[in-house]
């Protein structure tokens, strides 16, 4: 999380602004006047520079659903391949060290497994003069690992959450909230998502890099 804030501040523009023009007053002091006509510094950050491509920016390669060149827009092809995994498909037989669920039964949507298995997939299709770096891996890891946390259904057993298709299609397909999240009842989490459960779902997700 620190990383990708850092990706954040390094992603916005930093500017000068002229002084602003305005009259003197008589209860101006010394340092009023002369900031009066200094140039103000200014921080600027939109979605175009969010898909600014660099070494310390929080944009790469491996997105699940962004092609490997800068642009806003989710991929058409990339998120019909989301989708059609999503659609009847069966859990991956991975096995892991941690707490991550393996599914034998098919059901629809994406499980935290189907996530790692995914952006394994995307980074090691990456050809060597694209790969990721320390940033821009830990950002991929942690995009994966809070889409399933704060998007997934909340079944009895904490581990057991799946992202369904129509949140698929409407987070990472149409990039907005889903329908009725905010509701009570509706897909957001039930209990607060902090550092260490980011955190962990992250390292669940790297895991499958390693397997393939």
């Known amino acids: 999380m ?27 002091t010394l340092l009023t006047i002369i900031t009066r006509f200094l140039p103000h510094p200014s921080w600027t950050l939109n979605l175009a520079s969010l898909c600014i ?17 800068p642009g806003s827009m989710a991929d058409p092809a990339l998120v ?8 009847h498909k069966q859990s991956s037989p991975y096995n892991t060290s941690l707490s991550i669920p393996i599914k034998s ?12 298995c995914l952006h394994a997939e995307r980074e090691d299709a990456l050809p060597p003069t694209h790969k990721l770096n320390k940033l821009h891996e830990q950002v991929a890891l942690g995009e994966c690992g809070l889409a399933w946390c704060v998007m997934r259904t ?32 509706g897909g957001r989490p ?23």
């Open 2 to 28: 620190l990383l990708t804030t850092v990706g954040y501040i390094t992603s916005g523009t930093l500017s000068l602004l002229p002084a602003k023009q305005s009259e003197l007053s008589h209860n101006d």
């Open 53 to 69: 491509t660099g070494p310390y920016s929080i944009a790469h390669d491996a997105s699940l659903v962004h092609k490997d060149v």
């Open 80 to 87: 019909a391949q989301l989708l059609t995994l999503a659609h």
């Open 105 to 116: 039964k098919y059901r629809d949507g994406l499980t935290l497994c189907d996530l790692g």
């Open 154 to 185: 909340h079944d009895e057993d904490p581990e057991q959450g799946t992202i369904p298709v129509r949140v698929l299609e409407q987070w990472f397909g149409e990039e907005r909230l889903p329908d009725g999240w905010w509701d009570v009842g």
């Open 190 to 212: 039930v209990r607060e998502v902090g550092l260490r459960e980011a955190a962990k779902r992250a390292a669940e997700v790297g895991l499958f890099k390693d397997q393939n």
